[in-house]
Structure formats: structure tokens, C-alpha cells
């Protein structure tokens, strides 16, 4: 269990989901992504997901990461969090499927609504060839 200085304990598991905008080159489309995590400290977490960012003009793009996540306190519940880590994308199309692994990063925030769920707004951008994927979300996670 994580703890701060004069805080409760904090669950170390959770999950969630996130909803968002995902832009492929010259078009964006509406995508979804689900991930679990582990946070070891108040600082630090990792974290593994799925999602389906893409789909559209028979294009699909699926994507399974695992990224470390730094969580930087600036109010009581309130906290930036950057990602950084390794993403495998695949893209679908009438040309063929390819997948690679990649770099991720993102920049955003996090509210802790209580001990056990937090909602978050994020950007992430995964480097693919030979376009960048990026991704506008909001999201929430659960605490177990």
C-alpha cells in the first residue's frame, strides 16, 4: 500500500479506461484503450494497456504498451503525470497489416475524486512510421 506523509494508504492496483481522439495522419477518429497498473510509490507507477485508437476508411490501428508513469503532486488531489515507454502498434489496411514496436510519451493530468478513483485528461503520441499516432483522452481509473 502507498502512503504519504499524513495521507491515508492508497490502493497500489488499478485500472481503467480511457476515451479519445486519435489523429493518423490527416484524419482523426474516436478510440478507446484499457489499462492496468501497479503504483510502487506516490511518484511512480507502471502501467500496461490495449487499445483501439483508430478505425476508420479501412484503416485500424491497435496498439499494447507498457509505459512507466511519473505522478508529480501540485495541489492535495491533484497531480501531472508524464508517460514514457514502449508501445507494439499495428496498423490494418488494404495494403497490408504492419506492426512495430515504438516509443510512447505523454503529458497530462490526474484528479483523485477519493481514495479509489481518479479521472484523468491526457496527450499521448506513439511514433510510428511513417506517421505519429497522437492521442487526446480523457479517462478514469479505479483503485482496488
Not at 477519493?114 to 485528461?121: E, H, S, T
Amino acid at each position: 500500500q502507498a502512503q504519504t506523509a499524513g495521507a491515508p494508504l492508497v490502493p497500489n492496483i488499478y485500472a481503467g479506461v480511457e476515451v479519445g481522439q486519435s489523429d493518423v495522419g490527416s484524419e482523426d477518429d474516436i478510440g478507446f484503450k484499457i489499462f492496468g497498473g501497479y503504483q510502487f510509490t506516490r511518484n511512480l507507477a507502471a502501467e500496461i494497456g490495449y487499445g483501439m485508437l483508430f478505425d476508420k476508411s479501412d484503416v485500424e490501428v491497435t496498439l499494447l504498451e507498457l509505459v512507466g508513469v511519473g505522478l508529480f503532486p501540485i495541489a492535495n488531489q491533484f497531480s501531472l503525470i508524464g508517460k514514457f515507454g514502449f508501445a507494439n502498434v499495428e496498423v490494418d489496411s488494404p495494403g497490408g497489416s504492419r506492426d512495430k514496436t515504438e516509443l510512447t510519451y505523454g503529458i497530462g493530468v490526474q484528479f483523485d475524486m477519493g481514495r479509489n478513483l481518479a479521472l484523468r485528461a491526457l496527450w499521448q503520441r506513439y511514433d510510428t512510421d511513417p506517421d505519429e499516432v497522437d492521442w487526446i483522452a480523457i479517462g478514469a481509473a479505479w483503485r482496488f
